[in-house]
């Protein structure tokens, strides 16, 4: 089935340790998205990418970076965690098409907690 | 900087009760309008959107959305709720003007739980 998937699902994590958590997408969208929700903040856009080698700062880009070395693999990294990081992170992607213009799909999260 | 305002933070409603959810944004340059839903667990889902057109849309589910420009408005409505609407949703601007490939970032509200009684 077409989609998002992001790995691992749930992650408890010490602080000060290295985290990448994995998005790959199967319907060749140019554009991907990492958003971090957290309760009372709705969804909060951390790095994107328009298309493969290219990527930009989101809303809260600190602490967090991206890759884009192919269409389909978007990962993103923790360099050095920290509890204000624990989180549920969505990876996003999107693509114009005639019927889905705009349109941005979501992978099932990633939850972190961070101690 | 573009943002949204979703005013209710949680609505408790009846099953069959009419259903009205307040969105407002702040660009006042061409938008493009989402609702996403988020049910309990899942991922978010695409409720509805509106590019250009129409005012009033209608998605999936029964639910639809009213754009009034003038008020920067983007409201949900679903005229009767079923306990299986309860979930949160989410409103989201997108304001790149005029067609832009691979750019349709995001700005997203805080969200509106909501919570159908049987």
């Known amino acids: 089935i077409a989609g998002i998937t992001q790995a691992p699902t749930s992650q408890i994590l010490a602080a000060g340790r290295r985290m990448t958590l994995r998005c790959t997408q199967d319907m060749r969208h140019n554009a991907m998205y990492w958003y971090r929700q957290d309760l009372g903040l709705g969804l909060r856009l951390i790095h994107y990418?328009?298309?493969?080698?290219?990527?930009g700062k989101g809303e809260v880009p600190d602490g967090y970076s991206v890759s884009r070395a192919n269409t389909d693999d978007f990962p993103l990294t923790l360099a050095s965690a920290v509890p204000s990081q624990t989180s549920v992170y969505f990876c996003?992607?999107?693509?114009?098409?005639?019927?889905?213009?705009?349109?941005?799909?979501f992978g099932p999260g990633t939850r972190l907690t961070v101690l | 900087a573009q943002s949204v305002s979703q005013h209710n933070h949680h609505v408790i409603l009846s099953e069959a009760a009419s259903l009205e959810l307040g969105c407002n944004y702040s660009?006042?340059?061409?938008?493009?309008l989402f609702w996403y839903v988020q049910y309990p667990g899942q991922h978010l889902q695409l409720l509805l959107k509106y590019f250009s057109g129409d005012p009033l849309v209608k998605g999936i589910k029964g639910f639809e959305a009213e754009f009034i420009k003038s008020k920067f408005s983007f409201n949900l409505r679903k005229p009767s709720v079923q306990w299986s609407d309860t979930a949160e949703y989410f409103c989201a601007v997108n304001d790149s003007a005029g067609y832009d490939f691979g750019n349709e970032k995001l700005t997203f509200g805080t969200g509106t739980r909501l919570t159908i009684i049987p």
């Open positions: 660009y006042g340059g061409t938008v493009n």
């Open positions: 996003a992607s999107s693509g114009s098409t005639a019927s889905s213009y705009n349109e941005q799909f």
């Open positions: 990418s328009n298309t493969a080698g290219t990527t």
